[in-house]
């Protein structure tokens, strides 16, 4: 699974080129999207509820998440009406980091207003990931494939864009393989992130202030 994609021929786009091409092919009829999420520790500079995370303010981060609950809405509309249909799978790891108890927060909401999104545990990928981990990858139908590039810092730096058919079509085999093993995000979000109480650093509005 995956066997191919270290190998694989890429063109490395900063994040505005990436960006730009990831949304005028969107728009060309490519019929699905499918997402892969494998790192733990990210950086979201610039979205106001990760700020808010990032300085401590547990309640108005998720209070911000829920916020994001139209727009996210009116992006699942949109890919409707384009016929695109959206899948995402969540790797997490154990201990949950700090940065993957928020974001699951703010998934949640995605998948409230109806995103496809399940969750997987890294535990269970044990032997695809003996010499290396998934790709974190946006697939776009059978036209286009980015691996996200982050910096050293954690910050999202653009994208490794492949359009080999071939490679494509197996790393879609293997986010089919690897969908159809995940949980569904409610019954995991409910027994392994409602329970936690909030990352370490990161209190309620109140214990910052009072």
Same mark, same amino acid.
């Given at each position: 699974?995956?066997?191919?994609?270290?190998?694989?021929?890429?063109?490395?786009?900063?994040?505005?080129?990436? @960006?730009?091409?990831? *949304?005028?092919?969107? $728009?060309?009829?490519i019929?699905?999207?499918?997402?892969l999420?494998?790192?733990? @520790?990210?950086?979201?500079?610039?979205?106001?509820?990760?700020? +808010?995370?990032?300085?401590?303010d547990?309640?108005?981060?998720?209070?911000?998440?829920?916020?994001?609950? =139209?727009?996210?809405?009116?992006?699942?509309?949109?890919? #409707? %009406?384009?016929?695109?249909? @959206?899948?995402?799978?969540?790797?997490? =790891?154990? /201990?949950? $980091? /700090?940065?993957?108890?928020?974001?699951?927060? !703010?998934?949640?909401?995605r998948?409230?207003v *109806?995103? +496809?999104?399940?969750?997987?545990?890294?535990?269970d990928?044990?032997g695809?990931?003996?010499?290396r981990?998934?790709?974190? !990858?946006?697939i776009?139908?059978?036209a286009?494939?980015? %691996?996200?590039v &982050?910096?050293?810092?954690?910050?999202?730096?653009?994208?490794?864009?492949?359009t080999?058919? $071939?490679?494509?079509r =197996?790393?879609?085999?293997?986010?089919?393989a690897l969908?159809?093993?995940?949980e569904?995000? &409610?019954?995991?979000?409910?027994?392994?992130?409602?329970?936690? /109480?909030?990352p370490?650093?990161?209190?309620?509005?109140? #214990?910052? @202030?009072?």
């Amino acid at each position: 699974m995956f066997d191919s994609f270290a190998d694989g021929a890429c063109d490395r786009l900063d994040r505005p080129a990436y @960006h730009a091409d990831l *949304g005028r092919i969107y $728009t060309s009829g490519i019929g699905f999207l499918n997402k892969l999420e494998r790192g733990q @520790h990210f950086k979201e500079r610039g979205f106001p509820s990760w700020e +808010a995370f990032a300085g401590g303010d547990w309640d108005r981060a998720l209070a911000l998440a829920d916020e994001r609950r =139209e727009d996210y809405a009116g992006e699942i509309r949109r890919a #409707s %009406e384009l016929g695109v249909a @959206h899948r995402r799978l969540r790797v997490v =790891e154990f /201990p949950v $980091t /700090p940065y993957v108890q928020w974001e699951l927060f !703010v998934l949640r909401v995605r998948v409230d207003v *109806g995103d +496809a999104i399940k969750v997987i545990d890294a535990r269970d990928l044990s032997g695809i990931e003996r010499n290396r981990l998934v790709p974190e !990858v946006v697939i776009l139908g059978d036209a286009v494939m980015y %691996e996200v590039v &982050y910096d050293d810092d954690g910050n999202a730096d653009g994208a490794n864009r492949y359009t080999d058919s $071939t490679l494509i079509r =197996e790393t879609n085999a293997g986010f089919d393989a690897l969908y159809e093993r995940g949980e569904g995000f &409610y019954d995991f979000f409910d027994r392994e992130i409602a329970p936690l /109480p909030p990352p370490r650093g990161a209190g309620t509005s109140t #214990s910052l @202030h009072g």
